[in-house]
């Protein structure tokens, strides 16, 4: 993959629209960037989790009806560096979703950095290192990758999902901004990664598809044309 943009994104999914927004407004302090509709009764409410448009972005996907019941992804806990930060500082969102403020450099993490809760290490490295080629993190331990700036982190757990639902409470799935969906998504199936959703096109804005990790869990890849310049 070529990365367009060298941040990932996170979205997650919630009914609690006011308490999610009052906390990572005001608690944790992220900027609104804009609303966007993705149909269904689904409002997406993008935060800058950095440097603005460029840098990592917290969408707060919120659904008017109720979601369904379903166990966590493996997506645990979100790392972000903050410039005042001393030491880490653990704090949980009114939906349950653990977020770790952390020194700048901690575990190699200068923006923001995922912890995943995955079934087997051996299968993630060969994922993240092998069909997404991305390069290691020494810094965060053994099994760490970057995308871009951005840290992935895999620890075994009993905690993991077998098969992760894309569309319930709490976070779902990284976005990794490339300049050829059709491209990558093509080629990551052909080594072995699975399949999740064959890209389409969202107006003149986004081209994306969806693939998934070995334990289930959504990555969107996303051709976005305020980062590519054409969806072409």
């Known amino acids: 993959m070529e990365l367009a943009k060298q941040h990932m994104d996170i979205g997650l999914y919630t009914n609690n629209r006011e308490d999610m927004l009052r906390f990572w407004q005001e608690d944790v302090g992220l900027q609104f960037d804009h609303l966007g509709k993705l149909g269904g009764g689904v409002q997406q409410l993008r935060h800058f989790l950095g440097e603005g448009p460029t840098g990592p972005i917290l969408k707060i996907n919120h659904a008017r009806d109720p979601l369904p019941h379903a166990p966590a992804s493996g997506y645990h806990e979100i790392l972000l560096a903050r410039n005042s930060c001393q030491a880490p500082e653990s704090l949980t969102d009114p939906d349950g979703n653990r977020l770790c403020l952390v020194p ?129």
């Open 104 to 232: 700048p450099g901690y575990l190699g993490i200068s923006g923001i950095g995922i912890k995943m809760n995955v079934r087997s290490l051996e299968k993630f490295d060969d994922f993240y290192g092998r069909i997404l080629e991305l390069p290691t993190v020494p810094e965060a331990g053994p099994h760490a990758y970057a995308c871009g700036q951005s840290v992935v982190i895999g620890t075994e757990s009993t905690k993991a999902p077998e098969d992760a639902v894309q569309k319930a409470q709490g976070y779902r799935y990284l976005t990794f901004q490339i300049f050829q969906a059709d491209n990558d998504y093509k080629t990551i199936i052909s080594r072995g990664g699975g399949a999740g959703q064959e890209p389409i096109t969202l107006g003149t804005t986004v081209r994306f598809g969806f693939i998934r990790d070995p334990d289930g869990n959504w990555i969107e890849l996303s051709q976005r044309a305020t980062l590519t310049g054409s969806l072409d």
